[in-house]
């Protein structure tokens, strides 16, 4: 897969991004209170699902990425060049779990219109 197709593609998912976020208010304001309230559960639960997780998975990926380049050092050159590149993506990943964790809260308020409801992500 060449560079040109791999910025392609992430175009592709920031705009369909992007149209979700836009268009998420439009579809809010079509539905009655029910369906509002059930949207504000299911991102709430969405909520303490990454507070849940995410700390478990950065944690692994940090232990994993040390493990892997420790491994990595007993091989031949070769396998030493890929076991620092596997560690690597696992500390890049691990990162981004973190900021995602970081900034879940703004991110899912963004997606509610309105009043926020005191018991999101508790």
Do not use: H
């Amino acid at each position: 897969m060449n560079k040109n197709v791999k910025i392609a593609n992430l175009k592709e998912l920031l705009l369909a991004i992007t149209s979700f976020i836009l268009f998420s208010g439009i579809a809010m304001a079509q539905y009655d209170d029910e369906r509002v309230q059930a949207f504000a559960e299911g991102m709430s639960k969405l909520c303490v699902m990454i507070t849940t997780a995410l700390p478990i998975i950065v944690i692994a990926l940090f232990a994993l990425a040390a493990i892997a380049y420790a491994a990595g050092q007993v091989f031949g050159a070769e396998m030493r060049g890929r076991a620092t590149g596997w560690a690597m993506n696992m500390v890049v990943g691990a990162v981004i779990a973190l900021i995602i964790y970081l900034l879940k809260e703004p991110i899912l308020s963004m997606l509610w219109q309105g009043p926020i409801p005191e018991n999101f992500c508790k």
